[in-house]
């Protein structure tokens, strides 16, 4: 449940197309922005290293000349919002460190307290926990060790690559009466004093439409083809406090499979995006192509604008896909709780790297969209271990990788049971519930082949006959196929 103090926003970006002096302006502005950034992020994270914390209302004149007062305000404001966010992660990180260490119950206890006032660095502060104790020095070096492990996973954020965030001193949002083309403008402030630029503003529906107050605060984004938008930000924090209230689940949990034909198959039986896969290859061969001929011309694909357009459109697709699907099966089943598979999206058949754009993608995609239903509707979601989910009958529970014989076909070898593949797989997560997120390493693979194969043996104990059992020539049975023999040998 999100908790009642934190607010909830919506970003919607409008693009900007504008004129090449609007632009220079603008991009001046964007340039001195983040060199600001890049100083204030040096000044914080030497505070932070000195006393422990970082300081948002630092007074210094530290990028003054570049950006004036007002300007430099918002950046520090910005960059201290970034590295305390960047912080509260490696927080979360350090305490399930602590959690998962086997140290004695009351060094984890101060552990966690240093971790709660992010004391990691500053050992010459002595901290005294609640009940008197004074931490001693020992586990004070240890949480910096462990801090500093930590920290090393994870390159520090980008302030060099900062979006603008404006607040009200600096822009202001207000429709167009006279343009047809474009519904709003955003006045904004420059590096000249006194002169504002008019930025015009193209609107679509899910922001016209989108419910809750409007912020003062803008973003003002560069996207990777160099063109600028504006980033609306809107409070939906009581939009969806209603909407969690209003949602009435009409099922306990729904299980969804993700597909290489179908996007999402649920253990219902929905088929939803079916023309997913088509649209896919559709990206790939353009995508693909046109990195085989720059390549072959020893350019990057990555600096080719063209390139990065067609990555930009699949990119949009492909969330404005995951983002309809789901929001069509939870109007369908009005789920209290999605079952879902770890997300790894890969789909075989196509190109090498279509599928590392897409498992780069795709998982964010649908982790946004989780969480978005989540603070919505206030549906839960439950990962589970998807081993073996499409070789075993939901049915009976017999496990072999013969069940499937065609990509959309499932047939069990044991039982007959004949369905769709993707939707026998929603089914087996759906049964998963219970076992919880147990990862994917090899020992909890082999634990729940383990637990199917011996399920399966104890509910069918005698063998069919030679032709009529698949489990005797089922290699995950072996073990058990040899025990038979054994005993068939005495008799
Ligand atoms: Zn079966």
Redesign the pocket.
């Known amino acids: 449940m999100p908790s009642k103090l934190r607010k909830l926003y919506r970003c919607d970006v409008l693009p900007s197309p504008m004129n090449h002096r609007k632009h220079a302006r603008v991009l001046a502005l964007l340039q001195a922005w983040r060199r600001v950034a890049v100083l204030r992020g040096r000044e914080q994270r030497q505070i932070f290293y000195q006393r422990g914390t970082l300081d948002a209302r630092l007074k210094t004149r530290t990028g003054y000349d570049q950006v004036g007062g007002a300007f430099g305000q918002m950046v520090r404001h910005q960059v201290v919002g970034v590295l305390d966010s960047f912080l509260s992660n490696r927080q979360n990180e350090f305490r399930d460190l602590v959690n998962r260490s086997s140290l004695e119950s009351s060094v984890k206890h101060q552990l966690h307290f240093i971790n709660r006032w992010r004391a990691w660095q500053t050992l010459s502060v002595p901290l005294t926990m609640r009940d008197g104790v004074v931490i001693p020095d020992e586990v004070r070096r240890l949480a910096r060790i462990m801090f500093r492990a930590v920290m090393k996973r994870h390159r520090q954020p980008a302030l060099h690559r900062l979006n603008m965030v404006v607040d009200q001193r600096a822009v202001s949002v207000s429709p167009a009466h006279t343009s047809s083309h474009f519904r709003m403008w955003a006045r904004l402030s420059t590096l000249d004093k006194g002169k504002r630029v008019n930025l015009p503003l193209q609107t679509y529906p899910r922001f016209t439409t989108r419910a809750g107050a409007r912020a003062l605060t803008v973003q003002v984004n560069q996207r990777s083809d160099g063109s600028f938008g504006v980033g609306m930000f809107t409070d939906v924090t009581d939009v969806f406090a209603a909407s969690r209230a209003a949602y009435q689940p009409r099922c306990e949990a729904l299980a969804l499979d993700l597909g290489l034909n179908t996007l999402f198959a649920t253990d219902q039986g929905d088929l939803i995006g079916r023309q997913w896969r088509s649209k896919l290859e559709y990206y790939d061969r353009r995508i693909t192509k046109l990195a085989a001929y720059l390549q072959k011309r020893g350019l990057k694909p990555n600096r080719h604008a063209r390139y990065r357009k067609y990555v930009a459109a699949m990119r949009g697709w492909l969330e404005s896909e995951v983002g309809r699907c789901l929001n069509r099966l939870v109007a369908v089943r009005a789920p209290a709780e999605l079952v879902i598979e770890r997300l790894d999206f890969r789909a075989p058949g196509l190109s090498r790297r279509l599928n590392r754009l897409l498992s780069n993608m795709g998982r964010g995609f649908i982790e946004a969209k989780l969480k978005d239903l989540e603070e919505r509707f206030g549906i839960t979601c439950r990962k589970v271990i998807a081993a073996y989910s499409s070789q075993a009958?939901s049915?009976?529970?017999?496990v072999d990788k013969k069940?499937r014989t065609k990509q959309a076909k499932f047939k069990?070898?044991?039982?007959?049971?004949f369905q769709h593949a993707d939707v026998n797989a929603a089914r087996n997560l759906i049964q998963r519930r219970s076992l919880g997120d147990t990862g994917t390493s090899r020992a909890s693979r082999d634990a729940l082949l383990d637990a199917l194969v011996s399920q399966h043996v104890a509910r069918y104990n005698r063998p069919r006959g030679r032709s009529a059992d698949p489990r005797l020539s089922n290699p995950y049975f072996r073990s058990w196929t040899a025990s038979v023999r054994s005993i068939e040998a005495y008799v």
């Open positions: 009958d049915a009976c529970g017999y069940n069990c070898l044991w039982c007959g049971h």
